[in-house]
Antibody, heavy 120, light 110 residues
Framework: QVTLRESGPALVKPTQTLTLTCTFSGFSLSTSGMCVSWIRQPPGKALEWLALIDWDDDKYYSASLKTRLTISKDTSKNQVVLKMTNMDPADTATYYC????????????WGQGTLVTVSS | NFMLTQPHSVSESPGKTVTISCTRSSGSIANNYVQWYQQRPGSAPTTVIYINNQRPSGVPDRFSGSIDSSSNSASLTISGLKTEDEADYYCQSYDSSNWVFGGGTKLTVL
């Protein structure tokens, strides 16, 4: 049974760095073809892809946010961490982590999401 | 980078058929697979179509997907509409290490 769960602060101040952790089970990120991605959704708005890390530790970032994002993994802990620097109120959103399987080209399992509010 | 454009909203009556479009702004729609996700309020998205027209197990065959190279677009068709189909639907595709979601379509079943 595949599960993912996001954790991190619910509130951050402008200019601070956000650190989110995705803890997953039911698969291994060392298995070929397995990836974990971060996707966000501002309140009432569309989904926005942020970053993805694959089994080979290759990392991919949204072009518009690349300079602010860092994704990493700890395979032994079944965790993927996303860091986003210089947070702004416009970054207020629900942040999801999701599994991506290359063979199926889909984000097939998602966490429940965590709402991050950026406010002073 | 490319964009995927969806209608903001569609509505139809129960039992009818509705089609939601997803138009790719640049690059061929046929070059990269299209996925469709359903999102109900307060919940994470779930896949209804992957690889253009494949249904995950558990998704009823009332849901179907297709692509049209002439219009450079993908479509999600839901037949025999049920009130439980009321949700937001997002298309998603990929190109050059960049995953892109459409703006989402709110389906109202009234």
């Amino acid at each position: 049974q595949v599960t993912l769960r996001e954790s991190g602060p619910a509130l951050v101040k402008p200019t601070q760095t956000l650190t989110l952790t995705c803890t997953f089970s039911g698969f291994s990120l060392s298995t070929s073809g397995m990836c974990v991605s971060w996707i966000r959704q501002p309140p009432g708005k569309a989904l926005e892809w942020l970053a993805l890390i694959d089994w080979d530790d290759d990392k991919y970032y949204s072009a518009s946010l690349k300079t602010r994002l860092t994704i990493s993994k700890d395979t032994s802990k079944n965790q993927v961490v996303l860091k986003m620097t210089n947070m702004d109120p416009a970054d207020t959103a629900t942040y999801y982590c999701a599994r991506f399987v290359v063979a199926f080209r889909e984000f097939d399992f998602w966490g429940q999401g965590t709402l991050v509010t950026v406010s002073s | 980078n490319f964009m995927l454009t969806q209608p903001h909203s569609v509505s139809e009556s129960p039992g009818k058929t509705v089609t939601i479009s997803c138009t790719r702004s640049s690059g061929s729609i046929a070059n990269n697979y299209v996925q469709w996700y359903q999102q109900r309020p307060g919940s994470a998205p779930t896949t209804v179509i992957y690889i253009n027209n494949q249904r995950p197990s558990g998704v009823p065959d009332r849901f179907s997907g297709s692509i049209d190279s002439s219009s450079n677009s993908a479509s999600l068709t839901i037949s025999g509409l049920k009130t439980e189909d009321e949700a937001d639907y997002y298309c998603q595709s990929y190109d050059s290490s960049n995953w892109v979601f459409g703006g989402g379509t709110k389906l109202t079943v009234l």
